[in-house]
Each structure stands twice: as structure tokens, then as C-alpha cells.
């Protein structure tokens, strides 16, 4: 999978063709709106996104993202997701792409039971990547972290001069496999004691023509 892309802020000696993947962020300040949000994982007013200082990533935070079975879970409640449509505002001549994706939870599963987390994304009126998925079994009572990597040359950019906007998808399902539902709860989250998890996308910047 893929190279995280780092970039460096001071190399305005670099010029980089129009075209070529550019590890520079752009020097004005991106935007991110959400348009719609979706999914039994972020009801309304719970998911919120926020972009770096630098340019190099954005960050969306949810609080109400949990999935479990057992004492106290609904039929339902074993698979959560959230859907979200988000437009970024980035200066005139650049575009990007997603290089990375980090995934951080938390999670208490009982032995015999198991966890999967599954996310992609894409750009409006383009095709999906393939989901990427990681699974987590139990026993096990810790936080969790997952990275998504997207080598560099297959790295998807948003067609320059169009406006499009950017899909994520993430899931989480907890399974019960075989313990015990009748005395025990097994549940994943994509949130944490103080309300708020960060499930981070690195940018990838190209230069327009």
C-alpha cells in the first residue's frame, strides 16, 4: 500500500510541473464544509471536520460512533456507519488527493468475539476505491488505529477546474462469534472517553495546468 507523503513547507525553490505530484501544500488556507452527513454512526450535530495549520491534513472528529452486541445492544446496533459529503475549497491552481487515512477507536471485545472496521472514499462522479478493512479480535479492551496507504502513483486527484466534492465512507460491525451475548457486551467505537476520536486524511497536492 502506500507511501505516506511528507511534505515540507519551505521549498518554493522546487518548481514542480504542472501535472506532477506536488508534496507542498498550497500556501493559502483550505476550507472543508460539510455538505451531508449520513449513517446510524454520526446522527446529526456528531461529526465535525477540521484542517491543519499546515495543509497537510484534515481531521474528522466524531462523537457518537459505536457498534456492539450483548447485554444491552439492539439487533441493529452490531453495524454503525457514516456516510459524509464534504466540499474543500482549495486555492486556484492546485488539486489533491487522499495519501493516507488513520483510524483511531477504541474497543472492548470479549474473547471469541471480533471487530471490523472498514472505510473508502472518493470523489464525486468518480469510481470508488477499494474498501480497505481491519479486524481486531477479541480479547481485547485497548484503543485501536488503523492507517489506509495509497501508493503514489495510485493516488486518485480531483480533475482540475472542477468542482467536486469528496465521499467518505467508514463502517464499523461487531460480531459475537462465540461469546457470550446473554452476560457479556462486546462494542467498537470511533470515540473515546472525553466524546471525541480523530480519524485523520493526509493530503496529496498536485499543480494545475
Not at 7 to 35: C, F, K, M, R
Request: with cysteine.
Amino acid at each position: 500500500m502506500l507511501n505516506a507523503v511528507a511534505a515540507a513547507l519551505l521549498t518554493s525553490a522546487i518548481i514542480i510541473p504542472p501535472g506532477a505530484p506536488n508534496e507542498t501544500p498550497p500556501p493559502d488556507h483550505i476550507t472543508i464544509d460539510i455538505v451531508t452527513v449520513n449513517g446510524s454512526g454520526c446522527p446529526a450535530g456528531t461529526a465535525a471536520v477540521a484542517v491543519s495549520e499546515d495543509n497537510k491534513a484534515f481531521t474528522v472528529t466524531y462523537s457518537d460512533y459505536l457498534a456492539q452486541v450483548g447485554v444491552g445492544a439492539r439487533p441493529t446496533d452490531f453495524r454503525k456507519n457514516c456516510q459524509l459529503n464534504l466540499r474543500v475549497n482549495v486555492p486556484q491552481g492546485f488539486t489533491y488527493g487522499i495519501a493516507q487515512a488513520d483510524y483511531r477507536g477504541f474497543a472492548h471485545l470479549e474473547r471469541g468475539a471480533y471487530a471490523i472496521q472498514k472505510a473508502n472514499y472518493y470523489f464525486q462522479g468518480m469510481s470508488q476505491n477499494d474498501s480497505a478493512s481491519h479486524r481486531y479480535n477479541g480479547p481485547h479492551s485497548d484503543d485501536w488505529q488503523a492507517t489506509d496507504q495509497t501508493e503514489l502513483a495510485a493516488i486518485v486527484y480531483s480533475p482540475c477546474g472542477e468542482k467536486r466534492n469528496f465521499n467518505i465512507n467508514t463502517e464499523l460491525r461487531v460480531y459475537p462469534g462465540s461469546s457470550n451475548t446473554a452476560t457479556t457486551t462486546s462494542f467498537a467505537s470511533m470515540d473515546s472517553t472525553d466524546g471525541a476520536i480523530d480519524t485523520t486524511y493526509r493530503f496529496s497536492w498536485k499543480t494545475c495546468p
